[in-house]
């Protein structure tokens, strides 16, 4: 792989996929950072106890139900969707920039073009999902149930309403794998060997 070209992986994660399990040990393969969700699942949940103000203006640039959860004023909203855009796409640029590893955030989206990035989605049937996030945060699998059916949905509707486009559709990755069927070692030796087959052959 030339040196030319740091590595990049983008990681989508359908909840419950583990991509806090397979994301680090990409990253420390490749050498890289790696930056995490920018949501964690307990903001998702219960978004007026763990909002660190951002959150909110997300919800109300995306309108509708989620607007009712907290945020500025309807009359503020178009302009929070501007700014909200672009402060995303400045912080995922950046983060590539000396390489890195990065989960959700529109990567995929934003580093479509980006030399030698590999863009990798994780998923699993829902029951695996399911148990995997109960075990991982120490949850209980009915309260893991509910997250995975809130959480799927608000994730997906984050990026079609604030930058037009379904992180769901398999066609925008180069990988997508199923956790449910291979362990995270595995799945991480995978996304290794494809980032630097793919950084290799950029111009």
Not at 27 to 34: D, I, K, T
């Amino acid at each position: 792989m030339s040196s030319a070209v740091p590595p990049v992986v983008t990681l989508f994660e359908a909840y419950g996929s583990g991509a806090e399990e397979v994301g680090p040990r990409v990253a420390e393969a490749l050498g890289v950072a790696f930056h995490a969700q920018a949501f964690s699942s307990e903001q998702l949940e219960s978004p007026q106890q763990h909002d660190d103000g951002i959150l909110s203006r997300v919800f109300a640039a995306m309108g509708g139900s989620y607007a009712a959860l907290d945020g500025p004023a309807v009359a503020m909203a178009q302009r929070d969707d501007h700014e909200l855009i672009l402060r995303n796409t400045r912080w995922v640029t950046e983060a590539a920039r000396p390489g890195g590893v990065i989960v959700g955030r529109n990567g995929a989206l934003i580093l479509a073009a980006w030399p030698g990035a590999l863009h990798v989605r994780l998923d699993a049937p829902v029951a695996a999902r399911v148990e995997r996030a109960a075990r991982t945060a120490g949850i209980t699998p009915e309260r893991a149930a509910r997250r995975q059916r809130r959480e799927d949905g608000i994730r997906a509707d984050m990026s079609i309403q604030l930058y037009g486009w379904d992180p769901r559709e398999p066609t925008r990755y180069d990988l997508v794998l199923n956790t449910g069927t291979l362990h995270p070692d595995a799945c991480a030796d995978i996304i290794v060997h494809a980032s630097r087959v793919k950084a290799a052959g950029s111009p």
